[in-house]
C-alpha cells in the first residue's frame, strides 16, 4: 500500500534553558533553526517568551527592557532564517506596542521571510510565580489562523489553555496545527499537562504542539525561582501522543512528523462541528 506523503509536514518545537542573556538566548534558537533544517523540519515553534528568563516569577519593572516591537528587529532575524531555510517559524515573545503598553505574542513568520501576523496572549494569570498582570495587558487580536505554506496554523499561549473557548475558535477559524508554547511549573500543572491539549486536540479536531522550558532560572530570582519540567509533546486530533514526549530537563528540538490528512479522516467519523449548538451558548459569553 502506497502512503500519501502530500500532507506530511515535518514539524518541530523546541524546549530550552535560559542562557542568561538575552543575545546569547536568541542566538540559541538561531541555532535551532538551523539544526532543524538539517532533518527537512518545515514549521518549528519556540517556547513562550523565547528570548528571555520567564520574568512573571517576580514583578520587577527591569523586565520591561525585554519587549521589543513585533515586527521588529527580533523578528527580523527569524525571518531571514526562514527565508534561508524555507522554514515556517513561530516566534513567542514579549512585545511592546508603545512605553507602557506590553503583550505576550507570538510572531509568525512564513516560508518565505513574510511576516504573517501575530497572536497576543488573551488570558493574563496573576498569582504567585505568574505575576502576569504586571508585564502584559490582555491580548485583543482575536484568535487567528495563519495560511502558510505548509498549513494552517493557530497559537494558544501558556495560560490560555485552560480555556476552551480559545481552542474552539482557532478550529472553527480552519486551524490545523496549533501551538501551545508554555513556561509550566511542577505542582497542579503536571497533571494538567497531560490532560488539556490532548482534550483539546480531540474536541477540536486538529494537532496541538504544547512545548514548555526547562531549568531552574535561580541566578535570576534566587529562592523564587522554580524548575521548569519541560515534557514538549506532540498530539494528534485523535488525542494520542505522535512520538514519545521529550524529557523533563535536557534542551531539545522534538521533531514529527504530522499527517494532515488524519483531520478529515476524523473528522468524517466524529462530526463534533456539525452537531455543535451554538444557538445554545448564550450564557458561555455572559460577563
Known amino acids: 500500500m502506497t502512503v500519501d506523503t502530500s500532507q506530511i509536514v515535518r514539524t518541530a518545537i523546541t524546549q530550552a534553558a535560559w542562557t542568561g542573556d538575552e543575545e546569547s538566548m536568541i542566538q ?10 538539517a532533518t527537512g523540519v518545515q514549521v518549528i515553534c519556540f517556547q513562550e517568551l523565547f528570548h528571555g528568563p520567564y520574568f512573571g516569577i517576580v514583578q ?47 510572531a509568525v513568520i512564513d516560508a518565505d521571510g513574510t511576516y ?17 498582570k504586571f ?10 489562523v495563519f495560511d502558510t505554506q505548509y498549513g494552517k496554523i493557530g497559537v494558544y499561549i501558556c495560560y490560555d489553555r485552560h480555556f476552551p473557548e480559545g481552542w474552539r475558535a482557532l478550529g472553527l477559524n480552519g486551524a490545523e496545527i496549533v501551538f501551545n508554547p508554555s513556561a509550566t511549573k511542577p505542582g497542579l500543572s503536571n497533571r494538567l499537562w497531560e490532560l488539556e491539549q490532548p482534550a483539546a486536540a480531540v474536541a477540536n479536531q486538529y494537532y496541538v504542539g504544547a512545548n514548555n522550558r526547562i531549568g531552574n532560572e535561580q541566578a535570576e530570582f534566587g529562592d523564587e525561582a522554580v524548575t521548569f519540567y519541560g515534557s514538549s509533546y506532540f498530539v494528534d486530533p485523535k488525542g ?4 514519545e514526549r521529550a524529557s523533563a530537563d535536557s534542551e531539545e528540538i522534538l521533531v514529527r512528523d504530522l499527517d494532515l ?10 462530526q463534533f462541528y456539525r452537531d455543535r449548538r451554538p444557538d445554545s451558548y448564550e450564557s458561555l459569553v455572559a460577563p
Open 116 to 132: 504573517l501576523g501575530k497572536y497576543r496572549k488573551h488570558h493574563i494569570p496573576h498569582l504567585p510565580q505568574f505575576w502576569e
Open 60 to 106: 520587577d519593572a527591569k523586565y520591561y527592557d525585554y519587549a521589543q516591537a513585533v515586527p521588529g528587529p527580533i523578528v527580523e532575524r527569524f525571518q531571514k532564517l526562514a527565508a534561508e531555510y524555507k522554514m515556517v517559524i513561530v516566534v513567542p515573545m514579549y512585545e511592546e506596542e508603545q512605553p507602557g503598553v506590553l503583550y505576550n505574542t507570538a
Open 240 to 243: 494520542n501522543y505522535v512520538g
Open 135 to 144: 508585564y502584559f495587558r490582555p491580548g485583543n487580536t482575536d484568535y487567528p
Open 28 to 37: 540559541k534558537h538561531e541555532g535551532f533553526v538551523r539544526a532543524a533544517a
Open 261 to 270: 490528512a488524519v483531520i478529515r479522516e476524523v473528522r468524517n467519523s466524529w
